[in-house]
């Protein structure tokens, strides 16, 4: 899409700026840049640290310091060589500089790194050196940057030596390179920028603020963090725009959060409820603590005239599910339907008979609506929906998104959905009668990301699990010891217990690895387990089979279940105690710990068995980037043992987020949250929090940003944040 080069804010057009000229306008309108101001804020995606630069012939002076340095260099000639052993191959790289020549290692990532370089081609080369065998200095798995030439572009660095010598770097693309838009070129256009139009840049912060949290203003800010004189003066101008864009990620969370609150529900709930008060009753067990308080903290929810927004956290077996059912009585005896969504159908279909199982004797119609109904049960289930009769319905998210048509929708529980976004919300508040909204997850959140991914949402945590739980054994294992794992198995289901064991699938080739998991099966029943029943169960199922199979895995028919991950959240069956994971290094670390949460749902001691096998990255080797394997490849590590040292949820969350990072986690377009170019929302967790109470404080005192000295702030999120709030006003 193209976009019309526009100015807001009374800034000069992109073509004005000395180096841009009619093509580079043309090129960077398309990618979304309307003027200076947005080129300001395409910040370095790292420097050059000049005063670091050594030469070839100085780096046994630094092999002492043990510091990183840089050399300029070209590439003079690449090598093969096999280790002593010959079993591997390691990639030599010969560079050379005026004062000498200079040897790089790697010692993986052959295959791709042969490919990588041409000889004569000019590098930044970075690592501690080393010395080998000779005792000449040299480089080990060093990082590197292309260069245009040894100099890169000398008469700007000539210019930038004078203001410091820390020389930015930018990310380009294909089109932009096109234009001459590669690092060096922004370089230089974002020079002129800064020299002749910074002055017209607006702030964005009210003095207060800035002063409050010492801040600098905008401008220099912005001077820095493209061209600073030193590193001291760069995480000044970091800290700055750091902290503006948190604080504007908030004030936009603030303002929903209070348009939100501004809706009166329009109903007052009766919150004296006998059947809530019936099941309780019923139950073989006590709520522990923390379930109660959750539970009276969604009854004053109720009893508020505004509606519930709440998201409830608790880890996987902390019994959300009972909470949420005592909620839902409430709102059934106020006469309103509830609509009881699961992420899959298989969830639903337990969460249906759960539910059911729970509500014997009290008589309260629960109904089920998922895809693979027959035609005639779902007429008739759409047709309760609509007349009341069905007062709580469990589904998946088709509930919400399709025309299911309620009578009096008073109550929306979304369970085991964290991703369940700002947007969705809205969507589902435009349905009935802005109902009052219950979101349950297992995935722990840190603080900060919670104020920022649910900032318009309140938070009840489960922070205990039932008293009569033993922590799950984790062990990790590799293929050679599944003989003995196997054999675990055998011991545990002659003791009455029940397994799973489950298979990855990735999407890319998901034909062949279902069939991979139906061999495996069928090979497990012939050959390991044949005195025992086993199971299948795989995502391309009909829902009848997969009921079926769930039904006899419940009932005790089926010893074994052999699974994909379908089974991953929510599942419910005491009597297993084993969870065997094949492959479970190509599994995320959520995923695990979800599957982990099936086993240890009684007073047994359940085992979680990881049985991994590296060797996978390996023979993907050639796909993927040197790097990029030896990173998954440790990162796929970290997960394991993370999953063998702990079971603690919130522990694990946070190393998945550690090595993920928030946007992924979570999914940012789907939370509608902006995404987030310098701030990081786990490492500047402390600018999150002082933002967020800044932004929130202030639509307390001033909800239209009417006072003057808030102007400054009015404007910048107006221009900014135009987009993004009209695409929230949709629901
Ligand atoms: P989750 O929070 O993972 O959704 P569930 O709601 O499925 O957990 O509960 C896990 C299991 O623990 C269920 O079998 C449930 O009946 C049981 N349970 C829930 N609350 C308690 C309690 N207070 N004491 C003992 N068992 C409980
Ligand atoms: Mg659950």
New binding site residues.
């Given amino acids: 899409m193209k976009r019309s080069i526009e100015t807001p804010n009374s800034q000069p057009p992109l073509q004005y700026i000395k180096g841009v000229g009619p093509k580079r306008a043309e090129a960077l309108a398309n990618l979304g840049f309307r003027s200076a101001r947005d080129l300001f804020y395409y910040f370095p995606r790292g420097y050059l640290d000049r005063s670091q630069i050594v030469r070839i012939a100085d780096l046994r002076m630094y092999v002492e310091k043990g510091e990183p340095v840089t050399i300029f260099a070209e590439v003079y000639r690449q090598e093969a060589r096999r280790t002593r052993r010959g079993n591997k191959l390691i990639f030599l790289l010969t560079v050379k500089d005026e004062s000498g020549f200079l040897t790089c290692v790697w010692f993986e990532g052959f295959q791709w790194l042969k490919n990588a370089f041409e000889n004569g081609e000019f590098l930044a080369l970075s690592a501690i050196p080393s010395l080998d065998k000779l005792n000449r200095p040299q480089f080990v798995h060093p990082q590197y940057d292309r260069l245009k030439s040894a100099e890169e572009d000398e008469p700007d660095w000539g210019k930038l030596f004078n203001t410091g010598s820390i020389i930015p770097k930018y990310r380009s693309s294909a089109e932009f390179e096109k234009v001459g838009l590669d690092s060096r070129g922004f370089r230089r256009i974002i020079r002129n920028a800064v020299d002749h139009h910074l002055s017209a840049v607006d702030e964005t912060l009210s003095l207060e603020i800035m002063q409050r949290h010492d801040l600098c203003d905008e401008k220099s800010a912005l001077r820095s963090i493209h061209f600073p004189g030193n590193f001291q003066e760069l995480e000044i101008a970091r800290r700055r725009l750091k902290f503006e864009e948190l604080f504007f990620l908030q004030l936009m969370l603030a303002l929903r959060k209070r348009n939100a609150q501004q809706q009166l529900r329009g109903r007052t709930y009766d919150v004296e409820s006998k059947l809530a008060h019936q099941l309780v009753h019923s139950?073989h067990?006590?709520?522990?603590k923390a379930?109660r308080k959750v539970l009276r903290e969604i009854v004053d929810d109720f009893k508020s005239p505004y509606p519930m927004n709440r998201l409830l956290q608790?880890?996987?077996?902390?019994?959300?599910?009972?909470?949420a059912l005592c909620a839902a009585l409430i709102a059934v005896e106020n006469g309103l339907q509830v609509a009881f969504m699961a992420p899959t159908e298989i969830l639903a279909e337990q969460h249906y008979q759960?539910l059911t199982e729970f509500l014997k004797g009290l008589s309260v119609t629960v109904r089920l609506l998922v895809g693979g109904q027959r035609k005639k049960l779902r007429e008739d289930v759409l047709e309760d929906i609509r007349q009341g009769s069905a007062q709580i319905v469990v589904g998946t998210h088709a509930l919400v998104e399709e025309k299911v048509e309620f009578m009096n929708l008073g109550l929306v529980i979304v369970?085991?959905q964290h991703r369940f976004g700002v947007m969705q919300r809205a969507t589902l508040r435009s349905k009935g009668i802005n109902p009052d909204v219950l979101i349950?997850t297992?995935t722990p959140i840190p603080r900060t990301l919670a104020m920022t991914f649910y900032g318009d949402l309140e938070v009840s945590v489960?922070d205990e699990m039932?008293?009569?739980?033993k922590p799950i054994r984790t062990a990790l294992r590799t293929e050679k010891e599944k003989v003995r794992v196997y054999q675990f198995v055998k011991e545990e289901i002659q003791r009455g217990r029940q397994a799973y064991i489950v298979y990855p699938l990735i999407e890319e080739s998901e034909k062949v690895d279902l069939k991979a998991a139906t061999q495996e099966y069928e090979h497990l029943q012939q050959n390991i387990f044949p005195e025992y029943r086993l199971g299948l169960l795989h995502g391309r199922m009909k829902s009848d089979a997969k009921e079926e199979v769930m039904q006899k895995f419940k009932k005790g028919e089926i010893h074994i279940l052999v699974s994909t991950t379908v089974i991953e959240v929510?599942i419910?069956i005491?009597n297993a105690s084993v969870m065997l994971i094949e492959n479970a290094e190509r599994f995320g670390l959520a995923q695990l710990h979800q599957l982990r949460?099936r086993v240890g749902?009684?007073a047994d001691q359940s085992y979680c068995i990881l049985i991994a096998n590296y060797g996978w990255f390996d023979a993907h080797a050639k796909k993927m980037d040197i790097s990029e394997i030896r990173d998954e490849k440790e990162h796929a590590r970290t997960r394991l043992e993370t999953m063998v040292q702990t079971v603690d949820g919130f522990k694990i969350a946070e190393v998945d987020l550690k090595l993920r990072g928030p946007g992924e986690f979570f999914g940012t377009q789907q939370s509608g949250v902006p995404g987030l170019h310098i701030a990081n929302l786990i490492d500047d967790s402390e600018l999150v929090t002082q933002a967020h109470k800044e932004a929130f404080d202030l639509i307390k005192n001033d909800p239209h940003l009417r006072q003057k000295e808030n102007e400054c702030i009015r404007k910048h999120f107006d221009e900014a944040f135009r987009e993004i709030l009209e695409l929230g006003k949709i629901g």
């Avoid at 067990?285 to 522990?288: A, M």
């Avoid at 039932?466 to 739980?469: F, H, I, L, Q, S």
């Fill in positions: 139950l067990f006590e709520l522990t379930q608790g880890d996987v077996g902390s019994g959300k599910t009972i909470v759960t369970d085991e349950m297992a489960i039932p008293a009569n739980r929510g419910d005491p949460g749902r009684s």
